[in-house]
């Protein structure tokens, strides 16, 4: 009777095992080899050669990982603020008394956020083709010149910010539009009775309701930019260059280590690319913590 007890006490731990087993193989392996192969020189066949601080210290000199820092915080900057900041207006009009068939307006804008990003990224690629894309034929039809949208260092990094917001714009009005319902009507009620403006109280009350809710957004929003990798490799498959503004922190990474076989020095721009997010998600949680708890 004892053993069956025992058996008994072991298997409630059987049954969360492969969560553990996977994560230990696809979570926490990754992450301990990275961190080793970020000391060596590997080319991915032959033996490991141990570099030291060697991966690190060519990480501070490289020019072209500087450029790929710079090509990351520009389209994210174009493409998180922008789309945040319309999210919470699509949000607060969404929950107008007067707008109908609420759920509806939730799923559409919902939609392109389970869209496959290789799908909608080939189809803006379609769109902002140098040669005879729908943006090119707009711009001669009213008698303007036509872009080199995926060449063009600074318009190439436009498109990519674009597909972003296209993306993410429906996600995060949902997220908005889940915290504006959880304000308490009497806010808006009181401030309607006074004569305030729709854009009054969006201003003063839906805004400073939900600033732990954006400050969220922004993180999360910010950890999602600073990974952008699909959107720029199938927009720009072939020929990509730092200089040419769709290479990425992670497109670097992927070809340095897959391309170039250098998966030591491709461990030691992951693990760069770490402590930058931490910067980041340090920089909200300050934010979070101290500025809104000191008002």
Same mark, same amino acid.
């Given at each position: 009777m004892s053993k069956k007890k025992d058996i008994d006490k072991y298997v409630p731990y059987l049954f969360i095992s492969p969560f553990y087993i996977l994560f230990l193989i696809f979570g926490l392996f990754p992450i301990v080899f990275a961190g080793i192969l970020a000391f060596n020189k590997w080319d991915g066949l032959g033996e490991m050669r141990f570099v030291g601080w060697g991966n690190f210290i060519r990480l501070i000199h490289d020019a072209d990982f500087y450029l790929s820092v710079k090509n990351t915080l520009i389209i994210w900057a174009v493409g998180t603020f922008p789309m945040l900041f319309i999210a919470l207006v699509l949000a607060f009009m969404i929950n107008l008394k007067? %707008?109908?068939?609420? !759920?509806?307006?939730?799923?559409?804008?919902?939609?392109?956020?389970?869209? *496959?990003? %290789?799908? %909608?990224?080939?189809?803006? #690629?379609?769109?902002? *083709?140098?040669?005879? #894309?729908?943006?090119? +034929?707009?711009?001669?039809?009213? #008698?303007?010149?036509?872009?080199?949208?995926?060449? *063009?260092?600074?318009?190439?990094?436009?498109?990519?910010?674009?597909?972003?917001?296209? &993306? =993410?714009?429906? =996600?995060?009005?949902?997220? =908005?539009l889940t915290g504006i319902t959880k304000i308490p009507n009497d806010y808006y009620e009181a401030a309607i009775m006074d004569g305030a403006t729709n854009f009054q109280i969006f201003r003063h009350i839906t805004i400073p309701q939900l600033k732990p809710i954006i400050l969220f957004t922004v993180m &999360? *929003?910010?950890?999602?930019?600073?990974?952008?990798? +699909? !959107?720029?490799?199938?927009? %720009?498959?072939?020929?990509?260059?730092? !200089? #040419?503004?769709? &290479?990425?922190?992670?497109? $670097?990474? $992927?070809?340095?280590?897959?391309s170039n076989n250098d998966y030591g020095y491709g461990s030691a721009i992951a693990w760069a690319l770490v402590i930058i997010i931490m910067i980041f998600s340090l920089l909200n949680w300050y934010l979070t913590t101290y500025r809104i708890k000191g008002e």
């Open positions: 007067f %707008v109908k068939h609420k !759920e509806l307006l939730k799923a559409i804008f919902f939609l392109p956020n389970i869209t *496959s990003v %290789v799908a %909608v990224t080939i189809l803006f #690629g379609l769109i902002f *083709s140098n040669l005879d #894309g729908l943006a090119n +034929s707009l711009l001669q039809f009213l #008698g303007l010149a036509p872009i080199k949208w995926v060449t *063009s260092t600074f318009w190439v990094r436009i498109v990519i910010a674009l597909i972003n917001i296209w &993306m =993410y714009l429906g =996600y995060n009005t949902i997220i =908005y &999360m *929003s910010t950890i999602g930019g600073l990974q952008v990798f +699909s !959107e720029a490799q199938v927009l %720009v498959p072939q020929g990509a260059t730092p !200089e #040419g503004g769709a &290479m990425t922190i992670v497109y $670097y990474l $992927y070809n340095t280590a897959f």
